[in-house]
């Protein structure tokens, strides 16, 4: 990792899951949220001095948070790096084999652990997408509705167009989740 730190590199192959990497992880969406979560904030937009406290608080908010998900992403990919390396006869990582390749390594209780965090990051890309729609109805379109029908429009907008996917096709989730992710990165 210290090598790929200093001189980056991406292997043969390997460009769908780079940009995918950077869609996953740095989300813009979550970026774009967390500014229109600081709007929220009571700044008398007059008094210099409050202004640059709340940019800093904004900075350390956000950097604290690339800065968890960075790590979080880095234990996965050197998790599964390893495995990968002393197990080269199944290269075929992915969302689907995943699991397995945690319970083989460290148990089958990994596996659960693993579930969950999908689970977790599933709920969490859909909420701050959701609400990064939210405000971008009311901000840049200037489309008011009542709180419960954009809830209602918003949620709709995330979940059906996901579950109308799962339900289509099963066999190619890694490869959507690759493209979502890209899209994500773009």
Not at 7 to 26: D, F, K, Q
Not at 102 to 128: C, D, E, H, R
């Amino acid at each position: 990792m210290a090598i790929g730190t200093v001189y980056p590199h991406v292997p043969v192959g390997a460009w769908s899951a780079a940009l995918g990497l950077i869609g996953a992880v740095i989300m813009p969406h979550n970026l774009y949220l967390h500014s229109s979560l600081v709007l929220s904030r009571k700044v008398d937009p007059t008094n210099k001095k409050k202004v640059n406290e709340a940019n800093i608080y904004n900075s350390i908010e956000s950097g604290i948070s690339l800065t968890i998900s960075f790590l979080i992403s880095a234990c996965i990919i050197t998790t599964f790096a390893a495995y990968a390396a002393a197990n080269p006869e199944e290269l075929n990582l992915d969302l689907q084999t995943a699991s397995s390749a945690l319970a083989k390594t460290f148990g089958n209780a990994s596996q659960y652990i693993w579930a969950v965090g999908l689970l977790a990051a599933g709920q969490s890309s859909t909420m701050t997408g959701t609400y990064a729609g939210q405000f971008v109805m009311e901000g840049f379109l200037d489309f008011k509705l009542p709180v419960w029908k954009r809830v209602l429009l918003t949620r709709a907008i995330a979940i059906v167009p996901a579950l109308s996917v799962v339900f289509y096709n099963f066999d190619t989730l890694t490869n959507i989740d690759t493209l979502l992710n890209i899209t994500q990165s773009i």
